[in-house]
């Protein structure tokens, strides 16, 4: 059985999303409505971890050793109600080598990587040297048909939020794996053709009907659109 999948995001109000990453008091917001769900796992894309840099040389690490968490903010914990959820990240490539940065992060219990049979033997002793768990589904790229049943049956993984851009977004949809999108609206026109939208590399031909399940205001400024995939 596939887990129960949702697509959060936030976006200006054409459509776009990375301004996000400079606008502090935007992608608090973001978070702060994220805590509410009880999930079992989030799904990060690989980009957004590589981007956090503090890489190391997989070749030099040769042993198991689990880095101290940070402790969440004091702050933050009364926004925490359910358990801490899974970081599951797609990397069939074994580009991201910043394992043990993710290790220290109070956000996430456990780490998933997905992989394929493409993936380079050292990246996965790296992982295994490393603790972190991984799957191998797909030949040369990762195939999320055979991933998701997987971390269902194995790992009791059965909700998972996704917390990445519109390119592996547009890769859900287009394999009909989403259920849910919840999408933050901020009041924020950005304009730009180049600047990526919520679904990316998604074939506009084939459209999505999607069926509205709730609306709600926050702060008087932000819209919360939950949408059913039909």
Not at 20 to 35: C, L, P, Q, R, S
């Amino acid at each position: 059985m596939n887990p129960k999948i949702f697509v959060y995001n936030i976006i200006s109000l054409d459509g776009r999303i990375e301004w996000v990453k400079n606008d502090f008091t935007a992608m608090t917001e973001y978070y702060k409505i994220a805590f509410r769900w009880d999930i079992d796992a989030v799904l990060m894309g690989s980009n957004s971890i590589y981007e956090l840099g503090n890489h190391e040389d997989i070749s030099k690490v040769n042993s198991f050793e689990t880095p101290i968490k940070m402790p969440i903010p004091d702050e933050i914990k009364p926004l925490i109600k359910h358990k801490t959820p899974t970081l599951i990240v797609p990397d069939s490539t074994g580009k991201i080598s910043n394992w043990s940065l993710m290790q220290q992060q109070p956000w996430y219990s456990d780490i998933i990587v997905l992989c394929s049979e493409s993936t380079p033997k050292e990246y996965l002793e790296y992982l295994n040297n490393k603790g972190i768990k991984y799957i191998i589904a797909g030949n040369k790229k990762i195939d999320f048909n055979k991933a998701l049943p997987i971390l269902n049956e194995k790992y009791g993984i059965s909700k998972i939020r996704t917390d990445c851009g519109g390119k592996l977004t547009g890769h859900l949809l287009s394999l009909s794996l989403v259920n849910e999108l919840k999408i933050l609206i901020s009041p924020l026109l950005t304009g730009g053709n180049s600047t990526p939208n919520l679904t990316e590399n998604y074939n506009v031909t084939n459209s999505i009907e999607l069926s509205l399940k709730e609306t709600e205001c926050i702060e008087d400024k932000y819209v919360l659109l939950t949408y059913k995939v039909k």
